[in-house]
């Protein structure tokens, strides 16, 4: 049972490439969100899932989409990125049919250049 | 908007020097006050969920209460492993709102 895995770990973009995060949980849970962290900001939510085919805005959501084709996965794409998107990036999922938490995976460390 | 804030920011402990951590919220129907410990360079590790004013939940050295406004973890006698920046976030419609953390650090 691997929990929340994240793809890539780290990566390096230049202004205005594009990349895609991939997240995937095999813990069969609904609901899977993609924050970023900053120094001095907490984590803020980027996008949402409450199911598969199912996405929502969160607190940050300019310059980011997302798609929940499976349940099992969650991808975060960014099509022009922007130095103001170097961050660290979460994926969390959470079913409220168990315990109430979400979990985490490791994060992805991207910067823009 | 749901808003939660934690203090202090940063707290250096001796080993085995017992202190609390705060966590102020505010938030249209509270569904449930979340503990995260957070290591360098790794992803939050969920702690304890509460639910209701009053609530009181323990972990090794750790305790999490709950009133109304705020919530509390309390660490006794920590120990250098208990370094780490700890999260606290409320539960809102669908999603979480979380605090910027306290960094804590127990001196050997």
């Known amino acids: 049972n691997a929990g929340v895995t994240q793809t890539p770990k780290f990566r390096v973009l230049k202004t205005g490439q594009s990349m895609t995060l991939l997240c995937a949980q095999d813990m069969n849970h609904e609901y899977m969100y993609w924050y970023r962290q900053d120094p001095g900001m907490g984590l803020r939510l980027i996008h949402y899932?409450?199911?598969?085919?199912?996405?929502a805005k969160g607190e940050v959501p300019d310059g980011y989409n997302v798609s929940r084709l499976k349940k099992q996965n969650f991808l975060l794409g960014l099509e022009s990125a922007a130095p103001s998107q170097t961050s660290v990036y979460f994926c969390?999922?959470?079913?409220?049919?168990?315990?109430?938490?979400?979990?985490f995976g490791p994060g992805t460390r991207l910067t823009v250049t | 908007e749901d808003q939660v804030t934690q203090s202090p920011e940063a707290l250096r402990l001796q080993e085995g020097e017992s202190s609390s951590l705060n966590c102020s919220y505010t938030?249209?129907?509270?569904?449930?006050l979340f503990w995260y410990r957070q290591d360098p360079g790794k992803g939050p590790e969920f702690l304890f969920t509460l639910y209701s004013a009053g609530e009181e939940k323990e972990k090794e050295r750790l305790k999490a209460t709950l009133t109304k406004k705020e919530s509390f973890l309390h660490i006794t006698a920590p120990k250098p492993e208990d370094s780490a920046t700890y999260l606290c976030a409320v539960e809102g419609n669908e999603k979480l709102t979380f605090g910027t953390g306290t960094r804590l650090t127990i001196i050997p």
């Open positions: 938030v249209s129907g509270l569904r449930g």
């Open positions: 899932s409450v199911g598969e085919g199912t996405t």
């Open positions: 969390a999922s959470y079913s409220w049919r168990g315990a109430s938490e979400q979990y």
